[in-house]
């Protein structure tokens, strides 16, 4: 496609929703490049001799200034994750080094950094408000961890880096994506279906003629990989698929798609960046901006977790081990075995299964309930909205106030698709934030817009001649709720300072408070009622079916935590003791920690590592234990409500959202809690929601 003309370019309409129906991929040089010289012209500007060194003058001019970037840099990369084809990926890897050099040399500018430092030092520092005052202390940290105060025969090098890193960690995504497409497994046996829903054959069997194959067509993406594990009662193909997936872009598949050797590049890029900065590990520096004060304090925090959940875990284990060899006469559980049997002893157990659950969770009826939640928490209402879109399926909606005003508005992609990365995710796509006077003549309040993305399988047949609506599983929809925790986050802020407006500026380990404290509604008897509708009966889900689901809500919980652990505790090892120059292998390290903390060990060729995408491809580096941090915190604000006696307690929803919610990053994330709580984080809510506490 031709580029438009510039000043005609899409990309740089910023007056609004972004343009998705007229955006295409030779538009994104011209845009950024013209947007990268912009930025560069404001900062000769305002560092300039003589330039006065005031917030407005200054910071607010700088934080306008370079907003155009981020918000169109934002649309590439999101295009990016969500319609990977190559005419995409080829626009944002062309112009990814560009844009990662100009971050790095904004972050080591130390005329920037001495304007900052010179507004602290001002009298004008002590009149500015709590938020303007966390934003200019926050800048002065980063401008240091971005090495402004690196020496200058140092700093080209830092930038370096910064850039190589960017670019392998698009690479290791990219990677994964392309090796999760390149397996495919084609059924022509119909005897190997046995125990498979029949949702499930059909979207196999609609899948291999849609390639031009008689028979059915199981893949590596979640919608098809998932029951296969779960309810086929073939071993072969569950050992096939297994294999497939946790040996993705490793060594045993195609060679330039082997993650391998990018783990090793980015450790030794972190590690480097670490020590220039004078810090003895990446880990250390991750911590910086984080709550967690030291390596030391996390660790102790993982291992403390572990020790709780471990005797829960060897229950667990036990109890699968006995009944696949009493029910299944299976003597040895392999790994492709574990989810089956789990399955099979959850229905014996508790006499359902999630195949039979996730008839009554339709779509529409999931949506309309999970939008009752949040109007009722918050005092808000949300209602279907228009708006350019990138795909057919996506759906856009808004957040009002009871009399109208417009808070926010988010786009929801729920579907997987060949060419969208996996997993559920939120991103931002407008930041809330005061305009400048020249901008505000309509409303002095930008409004944020936010991006929901789930890997959720899309409606499959249809009944007399009417399409059936998607069905989700009780785990698609708590991560329904999780990233639309993350949206009302970012959409309810009421902070007006772009820099720590919404999820901007808040400690990475607290970002998922919000997530995890939305998934609490999921096993609330009065919304599952009310958002379950059987998809050929239309009954809501029975309350006896309800009741086993809460008895089983803890099922194998203590396996669970101490998986997370293990994630956790391999990614805090991995950038902290680890030398990725040393002897010893990623994959030896991961093998001490699985011999500390796993009652399940994979087997030798599991290649965990490669598909890793969170630490490598993601913002969890020496952060993944973000997840279980977090979870402490969430656990502990839902205890509020518990307390409360009634879930939807308006007193205490309106608290957490003028607590927590709607501050944003303003002040630190301590604080946020204690204005909740009254406290600091006890772990009692935790282990009690999770069953492991000692009767």
């Not at 959940?309 to 060899?325: C, K, N, S, T």
């Not at 309040?445 to 890997?455: G, R, T």
Request: with cysteine.
């Amino acid at each position: 496609m031709t580029a438009s003309p510039l000043c005609d370019n899409p990309l740089l309409d910023l007056s609004g929703l972004p343009r998705f129906d007229a955006i295409v991929p030779s538009d994104v040089q011209p845009a950024i490049g013209k947007l990268l010289d912009d930025c560069r012209a404001l900062i000769v500007r305002l560092t300039t001799e003589g330039a006065t060194t005031t917030w407005d003058s200054f910071a607010a001019a700088l934080s306008d200034g370079l907003e155009p970037l981020s918000r169109a840099w934002g649309v590439v990369g999101h295009l990016h994750a969500v319609n990977d084809v190559p005419e995409w990926r080829e626009a944002y890897n062309r112009m990814l080094p560009e844009v990662s050099r100009f971050y790095a040399e904004l972050g080591q500018n130390l005329k920037l950094f001495a304007a900052y430092q010179a507004i602290a030092g001002s009298a004008e520092y002590a009149r500015l408000s709590p938020t303007r005052q966390r934003i200019i202390d926050n800048e002065i940290r980063d401008f240091r961890l971005a090495g402004a105060e690196l020496r200058d025969d140092q700093k080209p090098r830092f930038q370096a880096i910064a850039e190589e890193l960017s670019q392998l960690s698009a690479k290791f995504s990219e990677n994964l994506l392309d090796a999760t497409n390149a397996f495919a497994e084609l059924v022509s046996d119909e005897a190997e279906l046995a125990g498979l829903p029949d949702d499930a054959r059909q979207a196999a069997a609609e899948a291999a003629e849609k390639d031009g194959h008689d028979g059915w067509k199981f893949t590596l993406h979640m919608p098809s990989y998932l029951p296969v594990m779960q309810y086929a009662d073939s071993r072969r193909l569950r050992a096939v698929m297994y294999r497939a997936y946790a040996t993705r872009a490793a060594e045993f598949g195609a060679a330039e798609l082997d993650n391998t050797p990018l783990i090793g590049q980015i450790l030794r890029l972190r590690r480097e960046e670490a020590q220039m900065l004078g810090y003895a590990s990446f880990a250390e520096v991750s911590l910086v901006p984080k709550m967690a004060e030291s390596v030391p304090q996390v660790l102790a925090f993982l291992r403390d977790m572990a020790t709780k959940a471990r005797p829960f875990a060897e229950r667990d284990i036990a109890d699968l081990r006995a009944f696949a060899r009493s029910e299944l006469q299976l003597q040895d559980i392999e790994p492709w075995d574990v989810g089956y049997v789990s399955e099979k002893l959850l229905q014996e157990r508790y006499a359902f299964s999630e195949q039979e659950v996730k008839q009554y969770f339709t779509e529409d009826k999931v949506l309309s309930g999970l939008f009752e939640v949040v109007e009722t928490l918050f005092g808000v209402c949300l209602k279907r909205d228009n708006a350019p879109v990138w795909h057919e399926d996506v759906r856009f909606f808004r957040i009002e106030t009871p009399a109208g005003e417009l808070l926010g508005q988010f786009y929801l992609d729920l579907y997987a698709r060949e060419t969208k990365r996996g997993g559920a995710w939120m991103d931002e796509a407008i930041t809330r934030r005061r305009r400048s006077s020249a901008a505000a003549a309509t409303d002095p309040i930008q409004k944020p817009v936010a991006y929901l993305n789930c890997n959720f399988s899309r409606p499959i047949g249809n009944t007399n001649g009417q399409a059936r609506p998607a069905t989700f599983t009780h785990d698609e929809v708590i991560t329904l709720f999780h990233e639309t925790g993350h949206g009302l986050h970012h959409l309810l802020t009421r902070v007006d300072e772009l820099a720590v407006a919404g999820i901007h500026g808040v400690e990475w380990d607290a970002v998922e408070l919000p997530s995890q404290f939305m998934e609490n509604y999921c096993w609330e008897w009065s919304v599952v009622q009310g958002m379950s509708s059987h998809v050929d009966t239309g009954h809501a889900l029975p309350r006896a079916l309800f009741d086993k689901m809460l008895a089983a809500r803890n099922f194998q919980s203590g396996m669970q935590t101490l998986r997370q652990i293990e994630f956790s505790l391999f990614d805090l090892l991995l950038h902290s003791d680890f030398d990725p120059a040393g002897e010893r292998s990623v994959l030896d390290l991961l093998g001490d920690v699985r011999r500390e903390v796993a009652v399940l060990v994979p087997p030798e060729w599991h290649r965990f590592p490669n598909s890793f995408s969170h630490i490598f491809a993601g913002g969890y580096g020496a952060g993944y234990y973000s997840y279980k941090w977090a979870e402490v915190l969430s656990a502990d604000c839902y205890g509020a409500f518990e307390e409360a006696g009634d879930p939807f307690d308006q007193n205490t929803g309106q608290r957490f959202l003028s607590s927590i919610l709607s501050v944003g990053g303003s002040r630190p994330a301590i604080e946020n809690f204690r204005a909740f709580r009254g406290r600091d984080p006890q772990v009692d809510a935790l282990l009690r929601h999770s069953g492991m506490v000692s009767v």
